[in-house]
C-alpha cells in the first residue's frame, strides 16, 4: 500500500493543528495559570473539570462557533469575514485574551505567506484588517491549503485543547499519563462541541464565562508567571 502525498489534505491538516507550528500558542495558558495560582486547579480531576467547562463554556459557544463562521466566509464572502473577524476581536475580555489572538494572528498570518500559501486577494483582505484575529488567519491558512471547513474546524478545537492539557502538564503539574487521560477524555467530545457549533445560530452565540474572565484579568497582575496569559 503506497503512503498518501505528502499534499494531501490530511497532511496539510496536521501541519496546521500541530504544536511545532511556530506561532507561540505553547506560551499561552488561557487563563489555567491563574486558575493554578487560585488552587482551583490543583489536581488531575480539578484539571480535567476546569478544561471541560472552557471547551463547552467558552470553546463551544463563542470560540468555535466563530471560527466555523470565518472557515465559511472565507472562500467567497470577505465583507462576512470581516465582520466576524471584528465580532471575535471585540469579545476578548482582557488585555492579555485580544493580545494573544492579535499575536498568533500576525504569526500565523506571516508564516502562510512565507509558505506560498494565501493567493492575492486573501493577503490584500487581510491588510485590512486590524488586527486580523488567530482565528481569521487559521481560517486563511485553511484555504490556502485547501482543508475542508469541518475538518479545520474539527484540528482548531483540537490545537486548543492540546495546548491546554500541555499548559496542565506543566503548571499543576501532572504527569505524562494523567495528561493522556485528559487529552483521551475530553477529546472524545470534541465531534460534539464541534456539531454543536455548527449548528448554534448566529444570536446565540456567547463568550459569557465570568470565571474564565476572571482569571485572564488576575493573570495580568500575577506576580510569578511562566504564560503570558
Known amino acids: 500500500m503506497s503512503a498518501a502525498p505528502a499534499s494531501s489534505p490530511i497532511a496539510r491538516l496536521l501541519q496546521l493543528a500541530s504544536p511545532a507550528l511556530p506561532i507561540g500558542a505553547f506560551s499561552y495558558s488561557h487563563g489555567l495559570e491563574a486558575a493554578v495560582d487560585a488552587a482551583v486547579v490543583h489536581d488531575a480531576a480539578s484539571a480535567?473539570?476546569?478544561?471541560?467547562?472552557?471547551?463547552?463554556?467558552?470553546?463551544?459557544?463563542?470560540?468555535?462557533?466563530?471560527?466555523?463562521?470565518?472557515?465559511?466566509?472565507?472562500?467567497?464572502?470577505?465583507?462576512?469575514?470581516?465582520?466576524?473577524?471584528?465580532?471575535?476581536?471585540?469579545?476578548?475580555?482582557?488585555?492579555?485574551?485580544?493580545?494573544?489572538?492579535?499575536?498568533?494572528?500576525?504569526?500565523?498570518?506571516?508564516?502562510?505567506?512565507?509558505?506560498?500559501?494565501?493567493?492575492?486577494?486573501?493577503?490584500?483582505?487581510?491588510?485590512?484588517?486590524?488586527?486580523?484575529?488567530?482565528?481569521?488567519a487559521y481560517a486563511?491558512?485553511?484555504?490556502?491549503?485547501?482543508?475542508?471547513?469541518?475538518?479545520?474546524?474539527?484540528?482548531?478545537?483540537?490545537?486548543?485543547?492540546?495546548?491546554?492539557?500541555?499548559?496542565?502538564?506543566?503548571?499543576?503539574?501532572?504527569?505524562?499519563?494523567?495528561?493522556?487521560?485528559?487529552l483521551l477524555a475530553l477529546g472524545s467530545e470534541i465531534e460534539g462541541v464541534v456539531a454543536a457549533a455548527i449548528a448554534l445560530d448566529d444570536d446565540a452565540i456567547s463568550t459569557f464565562a465570568p470565571g474564565f474572565a476572571i482569571a485572564s484579568a488576575a493573570h495580568e497582575t500575577q506576580y510569578s508567571r511562566l504564560f503570558r496569559s
Open 48 to 136: 480535567r473539570a476546569w478544561i471541560g467547562d472552557a471547551l463547552h463554556l467558552v470553546m463551544g459557544q463563542g470560540d468555535a462557533p466563530l471560527a466555523w463562521r470565518l472557515l465559511c466566509s472565507a472562500h467567497d464572502d470577505m465583507a462576512a469575514f470581516a465582520s466576524w473577524n471584528a465580532w471575535y476581536a471585540a469579545s476578548r475580555e482582557t488585555w492579555e485574551l485580544r493580545a494573544e489572538t492579535a499575536q498568533m494572528g500576525h504569526s500565523l498570518l506571516s508564516l502562510a505567506r512565507d509558505l506560498g500559501v494565501l493567493d492575492a486577494p486573501a493577503l490584500t483582505h487581510a491588510g485590512r484588517l486590524d488586527p486580523v484575529t488567530f482565528p481569521a
Open 140 to 182: 486563511l491558512a485553511a484555504r490556502g491549503f485547501g482543508i475542508d471547513a469541518r475538518d479545520a474546524l474539527v484540528a482548531y478545537v483540537w490545537s486548543w485543547l492540546e495546548n491546554q492539557a500541555l499548559a496542565a502538564l506543566k503548571l499543576v503539574p501532572l504527569g505524562q499519563v494523567a495528561t493522556q487521560r485528559l
